[in-house]
């Protein structure tokens, strides 16, 4: 289990599950800097315009504005054509229509038609203009991009009569769709209002007299508003470099306004309230005659005419509802929000949530556009911003799925080319077919197949094992009980262990003792276990791992007794993620040690005692003056029980020297050999062999006399196979021989030395007797095994001697070498580790000379 404080982060290194390097963050800079491109080009550069253009003209489709109802427009339609002859009328048609006008007291007559050239009844028509206040169009040209316009007005005498004049030019979009219009059009020299801008003017400065006024009407704060975006407007336009542009807000209600026929308003069929007071938009809409124009809302209109746009121009100044076009810069700024929370997102959101990040942030964008539009009047189109999201997304998760998937490949391909440790089932040979992806997915699918081998693997290793296994997570909760731990539990009538904690589980067991390498601790363990349980059962008490993992002793309801120990489970960091628990019934084990005891005993005793009390009976016998048993029967008697209490002695020290417990302290080698050589000096006495003993230096070692010694061994057992090995040396040499004792430090060069290896003591105990052939060295430290039995029949022992030495040197970290030959002698050296006289902290003595 990992750990819970870990398990959620932020940090995409934690989400991938390695440290993320300088390839991810290179790419997400890349793909960041790919975002900011694309929106740079749609806000700044405009390539996004014709989509610009279609959001636009939805959104304005969803919402459907009311008309303004000063508002009336005058239409030269079919029936006025049909009534009034062909195109173009005669002035004094217009004249006798502005006199009929004048009548109904208009606030003004916004004339849509172009008088440019000069005719008889101009003095008529002008004085017809004269009488309301009627505004005039005048037409824009241009030879071509940069050139100077050409101003075409009205004939003078209209000129001088119109309450104003302005332009009529409309905005063409790239797709042929009119959406905007320019207040201020023209040059350096001359800038012209648009027609509309100087009616506006008028209507805001009270100069027109409408019915009710424009500015006491309900809304009065509205119409306040309106004015100032229209002198905002205004000012704007009257820079140089400025033309005052802003988008019209057509909507469904483009045509609503209040239409009349020019030829029924001519002939007085139309009540003059129609008109008093009201904005009256003459043009023309008869068929083939009138300039038709394709706007947002041409979809369910149609084509509007040019009046109609016009009085959707006037409107909107009017109602302050002319929508302004934000400028790039802003534009750039704010598309760049959506785009910085993606990528932001992009490092602490999966693939899906980021997907649903990116549909929201476009969501938002499109809603905050049309909140924008319909609330603040301006257009900040969401085209960029969407633009951005929509191209980062799919290439992120592109290049992540492609980190992905080298990722995987490279994972799963190790892991195929490791050798199968488990047992397998012959599989027949198959190729992956498909696609690349598809490849992965068998990858993926062998790969999930050898985990789930793998977990097979360890149940049914658990289930095989005879003893009782607990495993269990960090908090000490068990996970897993094998087989032989359920029926553990059944035996003794608890409940099963899953999901309980470990000191509950094991709380039952009684605590017998601790078990330590170090026999001196070993009280000392079992002190501090006994004080301290049952809390020692739970494994998340760091300050008992050590002695768990040691072992304890216990004892369950059933008076069995077991070895219980803990185990740490880690993961490939090294971290803990659990503990296991094995108990071994050891109850066997106490009663071979019991039997063995008994054994031990009936040797040491119940054998000896007999052989002791034959022997001093002999004794008493040869002490009398006249003896009942002759000379010859008393050595046998006492030669045969000498024997049998020799092997006894023999069998009962190897037995102490295998299994017992060793008291280990400093002790001089040195003092050893000489204890050794004195017990021995009388056999070797009586064969006239000399002992001699000496201590030196070898293999790079300093001479250091006695000094360099020491050695921890129990002292005992250590001087018995001394004595064994002299005893030997004695036994198989001839009379009048020397038997050399040599005592020397063995310091590791070389290799030895490279790897760490410590100093020994080499102890060499060397004979001139009779030898051992080649091929029977190799049993010489077998139970039993005798040497010479046939050439040498007097020399009796049980072949247990050379074993004893064999299990005390090899039990103190030491080793035996044998070096012999028949006729040349037997050279038996033992190597044992010097003291740390720094671990011991036992001062070294000198050697007592022999």
Not at 263 to 270: F, P, T, W
Not at 473 to 492: E, M, P, S
Not at 701 to 708: C, K
Request: aromatic share 6%.
């Amino acid at each position: 289990m990992s750990n819970p404080s870990t398990r959620l982060s932020l940090d995409p290194r934690a989400r991938l599950g390695r440290r993320a390097g300088r390839r991810f963050l290179i790419e997400w800079v890349a793909i960041g800097c790919l975002g900011v491109i694309v929106i740079l080009l749609g806000s700044l550069g405009r390539m996004s315009a014709s989509v610009d253009h279609l959001v636009y003209d939805h959104l304005l489709g969803w919402r459907a504005q009311p008309v303004l109802p000063d508002i009336v427009v005058l239409e030269i339609d079919n029936e006025s054509i049909a009534q009034l002859g062909r195109w173009p009328w005669p002035r004094s048609v217009h004249a006798s229509l502005l006199e009929q006008l004048a009548k109904a007291k208009p606030a003004a007559v916004v004339y849509d038609v172009l008088f440019t050239e000069p005719n008889a009844d101009d003095a008529g028509l002008a004085h017809a203009i004269a009488l309301s206040p009627t505004y005039l169009p005048v037409l824009l040209t241009s030879a071509g991009r940069g050139a100077r316009h050409a101003v075409v007005e009205p004939v003078a005498p209209l000129a001088h009569a119109a309450a104003g004049l302005g332009h009529i030019n409309l905005e063409v979009d790239s797709d042929g769709i009119v959406r905007s219009v320019a207040q201020f059009e023209g040059d350096a020299d001359a800038r012209w209002p648009q027609l509309m801008v100087t009616v506006a003017r008028a209507a805001q400065r009270g100069v027109l007299a409408l019915n009710p006024p424009l500015t006491s009407r309900a809304g009065a704060a509205s119409g306040d508003s309106a004015a100032a975006r229209n002198d905002a407007g205004n000012e704007a336009g009257n820079d140089a470099e400025s033309d005052g542009r802003f988008l019209i807000p057509f909507s469904r209600n483009a045509q609503s306004y209040t239409k009349l026929s020019f030829a029924s308003v001519l002939a007085g069929e139309v009540p003059l309230e129609k008109l008093r007071g009201r904005i009256v938009v003459i043009g023309v809409t008869a068929s083939g005659l009138y300039d038709r124009f394709a706007t947002p809302v041409s979809g369910e209109l149609g084509p509007l005419p040019g009046v109609y746009i016009h009085a959707n121009v006037l409107d909107t100044l009017l109602t302050g509802r002319q929508v302004l076009p934000a400028a790039r810069g802003l534009l750039f700024a704010v598309s760049m929000v959506p785009l910085a929370a993606l990528l932001a997102g992009f490092l602490v959101l999966s693939p899906r949530r980021s997907l649903l990040l990116t549909g929201a942030l476009c969501a938002i964008a499109m809603a905050g556009s049309a909140l924008l539009l319909y609330g603040a009047r301006l257009w900040l189109s969401p085209v960029p911003a969407i633009l951005g999201v929509v191209v980062v997304y799919p290439i992120w998760n592109w290049r992540r799925l492609e980190m992905t998937m080298a990722y995987l490949r490279k994972e799963l391909q190790r892991l195929a080319n490791e050798p199968h440790l488990l047992p397998q089932t012959p599989q027949r040979r198959r190729e992956f077919g498909g696609d690349v992806l598809e490849q992965h997915m068998a990858l993926m699918a062998q790969a999930a197949q050898r985990v789930q081998d793998m977990k097979r693997f360890v149940w049914d290793s658990l289930n095989s094992v005879p003893e009782p296994i607990l495993v269990s997570d960090v908090r000490g909760v068990v996970l897993i009980a094998n087989h032989a731990a359920k029926a553990h539990f059944t035996r003794l009538g608890a409940p099963m262990p899953e999901g309980r904690p470990m000191q509950a589980v094991l709380g039952g067991l009684t605590l017998v003792k601790a078990i330590d390498s170090g026999a001196a601790s070993d009280a000392d363990n079992t002190l501090f276990a006994r004080a301290h349980w049952p809390a020692l059962l739970d494994p998340t008490r760091r300050e008992f791992a050590a002695l768990m993992a040691q072992g304890v002793e216990v004892r369950d309801a059933n008076e069995r007794d077991h070895l219980l120990r803990y185990a740490n489970c880690t993961n490939a960091q090294g971290e803990t993620t659990g503990w296991i628990a094995g108990l071994v019934d050891v109850s066997a084990l106490h009663a071979a040690e019991r039997q063995r005891e008994d054994a031990l005993r009936l040797l040491s005793h119940d054998m000896r005692s007999p052989q002791a009390s034959i022997l001093a009976l002999v004794e008493m016998e040869r002490a009398r003056d006249t003896p009942a048993l002759a000379h010859g029967v008393l050595e046998r008697i006492e030669r045969y029980a000498q024997r049998a209490l020799t092997l006894a002695d023999d069998f009962v020290q190897l037995a102490r020297a295998e299994s017992q417990t060793y008291l280990l302290e400093p002790v001089n080698l040195a003092e050893l050999m000489i204890d050794a050589s004195d017990e021995v000096w009388p056999q070797a006495h009586a064969k006239r062999i000399a002992l001699d003993t000496a201590t030196d230096s070898r293999d790079g070692g300093d001479d250091e006399g006695g000094d360099g010694h020491w050695i921890c061994a129990d002292r005992s057992l250590m001087t018995r196979a001394l004595v064994n090995i002299l005893n030997n040396a004695v036994k198989y040499s001839p009379p009048d021989t020397r038997i050399a004792c040599e005592l020397s430090l063995v310091t590791p060069i070389g290799a030895a030395a490279a790897r760490g290896a410590a100093r020994r003591i080499a102890c060499t105990i060397r004979d001139e007797g009779y030898g051992i052939p080649q091929e029977q060295q190799a049993d010489l430290f077998e139970r039993f095994r005798r040497f010479h039995e046939t050439e040498r029949p007097e020399v009796g022992g049980a072949g247990l001697g050379m074993a004893f030495v064999k299990t005390v040197v090899t039990r103190h970290g030491g080793e035996v070498e044998v070096v012999s030959a028949p006729g040349r002698g037997t050279a038996v050296t033992i190597y044992l580790p010097v003291l740390d006289e720094e671990a011991s902290g036992q001062p070294a003595s000198p050697l007592h000379d022999a």
